[in-house]
């Protein structure tokens, strides 16, 4: 089955301490983003890859890092989460290798709390 | 500020009834998408017009893209109440960046 997914879905931690949220993509996508999504602000744009080993600063990506080693993964890194980063966060890949001029297929999203 | 701003921002219609959701953007685009999602669940294409096209079709849906004043519109017709959700629009520029609104809440009452 074609999917996007996340792990953890569900991830409380505390101010500090590093994690990583897993993407997975299995349709060969080469364009992948997180995204992540604020009462009254809607989604907004972490970061992005065009392709393996091209990554891009979406609109919000203070206090985040991102890679993409392979075509199939794209995670996202907080070195020292801080309760700011408390949100539901969203991976997303497309076929696109111009842009996301495709459809975007979303993971199931990752709640983070950081207390 | 975000590219894409939809209104209303909620919008409460009967079954039966066309809900009709509005998106206005600023800057130059390749395409505009529209987007559902059911409360705190993952994001669901529904159609994308590309920049050349002022009208596009999809069972119930029908969107509409007016590029001089950078505005398009979903409409829902004979909405359901499975049709309650959040709906998004985001707009695609050479960038490579995806932006998108804040979002229309619609319910559909039974």
């Known amino acids: 089955e074609a999917q996007v997914t996340q792990n953890p879905r569900y991830l409380i931690t505390v101010t500090g301490k590093k994690l990583t949220v897993t993407c997975s993509q299995n349709m060969n996508h080469e364009y992948m983003s997180w995204y992540r999504q604020d009462p009254g602000l809607g989604l907004r744009q972490i970061y992005y890859?065009?392709?393996?080993?091209?990554?891009d600063k979406g609109d919000v990506p203070e206090g985040y890092k991102v890679s993409r080693k392979e075509k199939r993964n794209f995670p996202l890194i907080l070195e020292s989460p801080s309760p700011n980063q408390t949100s539901l966060y969203f991976c997303a890949s497309s076929l696109s290798r111009g842009g996301p001029r495709d459809t975007q297929y979303f993971g199931p999203g990752t709640r983070l709390t950081v207390l | 500020s975000q590219q894409g701003e939809e209104d209303p921002q909620a919008l409460s219609i009967q079954e039966g009834e066309n809900a009709t959701m509005n998106c206005s953007y600023k800057t130059s685009i390749n395409n505009l998408q529209w987007y559902r999602q059911n409360s705190g669940r993952g994001l669901v294409h529904l159609i994308l017009?590309?920049?050349?096209?002022r009208e596009k079709h999809s069972g119930r849906l029908r969107v509409t893209l007016d590029t001089s004043k950078k505005s398009s519109s979903l409409l829902i017709t004979a909405s359901r109440a499975a049709d309650t959700a959040s709906y998004f629009c985001?707009?695609?520029?050479?960038?490579?960046?995806?932006?998108f609104g804040q979002g229309t809440t619609l319910q559909v009452k039974p």
């Open positions: 017009i590309r920049s050349n096209e």
């Open positions: 890859s065009m392709n393996v080993e091209v990554t």
């Open positions: 985001a707009t695609s520029s050479n960038t490579g960046k995806l932006i």
